[in-house]
């Protein structure tokens, strides 16, 4: 016996109606999903097959149990379904439609993701963390984009613009792949989504995290509108990805804008005076 799992909230702005199976769980890296507990008391399968590492339900691998409150404590029955009706990223709709494009405002950003040297790069550098935070380089005097830390690795953004960016995945015979990229600061607009070669403007999926594909032809194109003044990192949620140069920032609005948008609040003042007092027992020492 099998759940139909209804998908209501893939992420806060995204809705989508019924779906019998989830077969794509990086795809989920929101991991919001909401399941209608109306199926007979008993225990459940909750199984997901990843695309690398151990594949299958031996032994427990990849497998949880979805037990009802009054189920006995045992295994559900050992039956394994076949997926049959996969979640497809364009069959999502977002709850509010996007703005209507004027076609004086866009933006366009290639981004082309390659690797080299035996780390990832977007537009040809790999992103190097910084030893002072992006925020707190432009809190402290940075005057523009060409200032920051890692050089290369950022792209100033206007306010108010609509910022189109299409992945180029064309290296994906080093890059590897899927790649699930996130972006921080905004929801955006799946224009185009992995797999697939038509554009939909006018109800595509909002996410935060989005494919890059597996296929060279995939060109993954988003959209978001400039309205939030800040540092914002996209990168590969993959963390040894990022950690391996997979990451660019975008620097949206002047600094001064980003400054007073981005206020410290006194508690982080304090931060330092209240550990500096902990006692040796406070600090489990
Ligand atoms: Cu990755």
Request: glycine share 6%; proline share 9%.
């Amino acid at each position: 016996m099998y759940y139909e799992m209804s998908v209501l909230r893939v992420q806060h702005e995204t809705k989508l109606e019924l779906m019998k199976e989830i077969s794509r769980p990086a795809l989920f890296f929101d991991r919001k999903l909401i399941l209608d507990a109306n199926q007979p008391i008993n225990n459940y399968w909750v199984r997901a097959n990843p695309n690398v590492g151990p594949r299958d339900f031996e032994g427990g691998i990849n497998s949880a149990i979805l037990r009802y409150r009054g189920a006995r404590i045992a295994e559900p029955e050992p039956e394994i379904s076949i997926p049959v009706n996969q979640l497809q990223e364009t069959s999502l709709a977002p709850l509010t439609l996007p703005p209507v494009e004027d076609g004086t405002d866009r933006v366009d950003i290639p981004l082309v993701f390659g690797f080299s040297g035996g780390s990832f790069t977007i537009n040809g550098h790999k992103f190097v963390p910084p030893t002072v935070p992006v925020l707190l380089q432009i809190l402290s005097g940075a005057k523009n984009a060409s200032d920051l830390l890692p050089r290369g690795s950022f792209i100033p953004l206007e306010l108010n613009k609509t910022v189109q960016i299409t992945f180029d995945a064309s290296a994906v015979a080093a890059i590897g792949g899927p790649h699930p990229i996130h972006l921080h600061g905004h929801n955006f607009d799946v224009i185009r989504s992995a797999g697939s070669n038509t554009s939909n403007y006018f109800n595509p999926p909002r996410r935060d995290v989005v494919s890059t594909g597996v296929a060279a032809t995939d060109k993954v194109t988003i959209r978001f509108r400039t309205d939030n003044p800040g540092p914002w990192l996209l990168h590969c949620h993959i963390d040894l990805h990022l950690v391996n140069g997979f990451a660019i920032v975008f620097a949206e609005d002047k600094f001064p804008n980003i400054i007073s948008s981005n206020p410290v609040p006194d508690a982080w003042n304090q931060l330092c005076p209240i550990y500096n007092n902990l006692t040796t027992a406070q600090l489990g020492q």
